[in-house]
């Protein structure tokens, strides 16, 4: 598969890869798009050989994916199988590779209605979910996906709040995002929104718009998402904008704490009825999802040749193939007590901020602080002791007349610690 190739490439040589593949498809062409908006060059400013910034520009990181390539049994690092429930999307699932495996391409979620002893349900359908695995406020979440079309069948991409507390225990006021759905034989998906404010008591919602598809082909379907707005899309078209109410709380938009995701086959309860036999096997291939976050500052995944627009001082610290959470290469910081900088300029004064990446020690005892410094206030850290990737983050609020500041990965002692994907966000 064409972006296969592109991945296993480094960001610098896929420009001319795709000159070379005349064959580039538009989502080829998103993708070069997509990284070449995060390459720091243009905002790179080179104050003299020993002091360099970056002026703070929006550009997408991704921090999350599963480009489903292996064969098999889905990452339980990612996701987990959604469990069986009571309602019309879950009364079907099966936690079984019968109906969730990956073929080394797509993951694919079947539904049919096969006879398995012990299990008497008249269907079994496959779904999985990352909840308690990764969930984001925030951001962008990108699903390449094809379905099969069929009387009674129901795929579905969405999202759902983490904790389910957050902000209330109940449904719809808890708040749901649906990035994709479609019921039968229609020409068209569904993209809605789901809260307390827009959902009647039959589950219909006013926030809702039908999109055209390319119904025999993969499509990509995305969200953009912040803290004024959801916003839908269908192969990088938008389609339907869900803004917040300046004047309104949280049940209007309770969008404003995690989300994680679902992706599943259903069908024949609810909303798409009953199930025409005939019409079965129904199943979903999902391409990739990949999520990004809105960032300021530059080469948060450290692809690019160099570290710049990064500085950093102490023992060794480089960009490394491997060890990477997304993409292929990741920041290594080995040897004495060591730093990595970056000086951020161009944000607002009395403006909060998050900085917040992912780390792993290479050993038990070791630690790294994800931190910032020189905005306006004390200095903020967060330290990370784990061998395996964990998230952490710190907020600021520049003072009232700064427009700067420090972003420090802080190595206290002797060890070998690992970064990648970081990002910065106004929040
Ligand atoms: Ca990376």
Same mark, same amino acid.
């Given at each position: 598969m064409r972006k296969k190739i592109e991945l296993a490439l480094n960001s610098a040589k896929v420009i001319t890869i795709c000159a070379i593949f005349s064959a580039c498809t538009k989502e080829d062409v998103k993708m070069d798009n997509a990284e070449s908006a995060s390459k720091p060059t243009a905002n790179l400013i080179m104050a003299s050989a020993a002091t360099v910034s970056f002026v703070a520009a929006p550009n997408y990181q991704l921090i999350w994916s599963d480009e489903f390539n292996l064969a098999g049994s889905f990452d339980t690092a990612r996701w987990a199988y959604a469990p069986r429930g009571t309602v019309a999307w879950n009364k079907y699932l099966t936690s079984s590779n019968n109906y969730v495996s990956q073929d080394g391409s797509n993951l694919l979620l079947r539904m049919d209605n096969a006879t398995i002893a012990g299990d008497a349900v008249p269907y079994h359908s496959g779904g999985v979910r990352s909840m308690g695995k990764f969930s984001i406020a925030y951001g962008k979440v990108e699903v390449r996906a094809k379905f099969t079309q069929g009387q009674g069948s129901w795929p579905a991409i969405w999202m759902m709040p983490e904790p389910a507390t957050a902000h209330s225990t109940g449904w719809p006021a808890c708040g749901e995002i649906d990035i994709m759905e479609h019921v039968n034989n229609e020409a068209n998906i569904h993209q809605t929104i789901h809260n307390s404010t827009v959902t009647n008591a039959n589950g219909v919602s006013t926030a809702t718009h039908a999109a055209a598809y390319n119904t025999a082909a993969f499509n990509t379907y995305s969200i953009e998402w912040d803290p004024s707005a959801v916003k839908f899309y269908v192969n990088g078209a938008l389609q339907y904008t869900y803004s917040k109410v300046s004047s309104a709380g949280w049940q209007q938009y309770p969008f404003d704490v995690p989300f994680y995701l679902i992706l599943n086959q259903a069908g024949g309860a609810g909303w798409p009825g009953a199930i025409t036999d005939s019409n079965l096997p129904f199943n979903m291939q999902v391409d990739y999802v990949r999520v990004y976050k809105l960032s300021l500052l530059g080469n948060g995944g450290f692809e690019d040749t160099s570290i710049a627009p990064w500085t950093s001082w102490g023992g060794t610290v480089s960009a490394v193939t !491997?060890?990477?959470? #997304? !993409? #292929?290469k990741s920041i290594k910081e080995t040897g004495a007590e060591s730093s990595l900088e970056q000086v951020i300029t161009g944000l607002s004064p009395n403006t909060t901020y998050k900085f917040g990446g992912y780390a792993k020690v290479s050993a038990a005892g070791e630690s790294v602080s994800i931190g910032v410094k020189n905005y306006g206030g004390s200095a903020v850290a967060v330290p990370i002791a784990s061998t395996t990737y964990s998230f952490g983050s710190v907020t600021f609020t520049t003072g009232v007349s700064n427009t700067s500041a420090t972003l420090y990965f802080y190595k206290p002692s002797t060890g070998t610690v690992y970064g990648d994907d970081f990002y910065l966000e106004k929040q």
């Open positions: !491997g060890n990477a959470r #997304t !993409g #292929t």
